[in-house]
């Protein structure tokens, strides 16, 4: 198993993996000045940075973020284990480090997987 899979395809191994725990909250002040706070939901994020990208492997990994919403199972720092939900991409950001008799090759490849 690949330590993060989108759409049923396993990624190349990142460069750099971080996962944000991130609460969903509603919170407000109560008439007497105390915090009240409802989680209404608890959400990861997933950035994920390449240093050096063949563009095969580029192709592979923009093609199985395409979709609007796609499962990624990924490992998960809290349980420590493998876990699966339904994420979204945000913006994709690709470098090339050069182009040589027609073959491209790509640095500094970044972008994050947002929990839906």
């Known amino acids: 198993m690949a330590l993060i899979n ?3 395809v ?3 191994t990142p460069t750099d ?4 725990i991130n609460d969903i909250s509603k919170a407000e002040r109560s008439a007497l000045g ?5 989680r209404v939901a608890t959400k990861r994020t997933i950035a994920l940075s390449y240093v050096y990208l063949s ?3 580029l192709s592979t ?5 395409s979709d ?8 998960d ?5 493998n876990r699966t939900a339904s994420f979204y991409v945000g913006d994709r950001n690709v470098g090339m480090i050069d182009f040589i008799k027609g073959i491209a090759r790509y640095k500094d490849c970044k972008f994050t997987l947002i929990e839906r």
Not at 68 to 75: H, L, M, P, R, S
């Open 55 to 57: 563009a095969s492997d």
């Open 77 to 81: 720092p809290q349980t420590g284990g």
């Open 61 to 65: 990994i923009l093609n199985s973020v």
């Open 17 to 20: 993996y971080q996962v944000s």
């Open 34 to 38: 105390v915090m009240v706070i409802e």
């Open 10 to 12: 396993d990624l190349p």
């Open 68 to 75: 609007v919403f796609f499962d990624v199972t990924y490992v």
């Open 6 to 8: 989108c759409n049923g």
